[in-house]
């Protein structure tokens, strides 16, 4: 699942952290979230309008429960509102969802000042391993010039749209060449995908600028 690449790509896999500002991984995946609908059929974006095209329940529970949510408050379209609105609990509900395939574990840590943090992260060889291929596969596609296809485009989009672009290259700055290639990838995006990938860097840009105040 699309979510569920990025949430590997943005923590990392030792401590389980967000390698981002909160407010910009919870975007970057709200963003991943709005796409697995729009990959599926289900909801388009036109004109920075988020709509309803098949109301069908998806087969993934996570994805379900977002389309009844998006059915239920249809009023509700520009699209930026909701990528703020799945933003808040969008990182817990992916880290859910990777639990139950076995991606990750809850992990539960005493802090210094008192009170506990639950982490969700790869706890074993493989789980690491997974977690770790999560952006090299993305960066050896780059490299290699391979095709990607849409969900893989879109997951390059909202990498690039969230700022983790370096770290998905980290290794490989020897070929600058990528780089330039991909906004002509992100250009290639059918329109819905396209306007998802603008809505969250704008949207990412404004919530860090509120944060800096």
Not at 141 to 165: C, F, P, Q, S
Request: with cysteine; aromatic share 6%; hydrophobic share 45%.
């Amino acid at each position: 699942m699309l979510a569920d690449q990025y949430y590997l790509i943005a923590h990392e896999d030792r401590t389980g952290r967000s390698r981002l500002h909160p407010r910009a991984t919870g975007l970057g995946l709200a963003a991943a979230l709005l796409s697995e609908l729009v990959l599926e059929g289900r909801i388009g974006v036109s004109d920075g309008d988020l709509f309803i095209i098949d109301q069908r329940p998806p087969r993934d529970a996570l994805a379900h429960d977002i389309l009844d949510l998006l059915c239920a408050q249809s009023q509700h379209r520009d699209v930026r509102t909701w990528l703020a609105f799945l933003a808040q609990d969008s990182a817990l509900r992916v880290a859910e969802r990777l639990i139950r395939v076995g991606a990750v574990e809850a992990v539960t840590r005493r802090r210094m000042l008192g009170g506990a943090q639950t982490l969700y992260m790869p706890n074993t060889a493989r789980q690491r391993n997974a977690a770790a291929w999560a952006s090299t596969r993305i960066a050896n596609m780059l490299v290699r010039g391979m095709e990607l296809n849409a969900a893989d485009r879109m997951l390059v989009g909202i990498v690039v749209a969230t700022g983790l672009t370096r770290h998905v290259m980290y290794g490989f700055e020897m070929y600058p060449h990528i780089y330039h290639a991909l906004p002509g990838m992100i250009a290639s995006l059918p329109n819905d995908l396209r306007e998802l990938v603008e809505a969250t860097e704008a949207s990412v840009g404004s919530a860090l600028t509120v944060g800096r105040r």
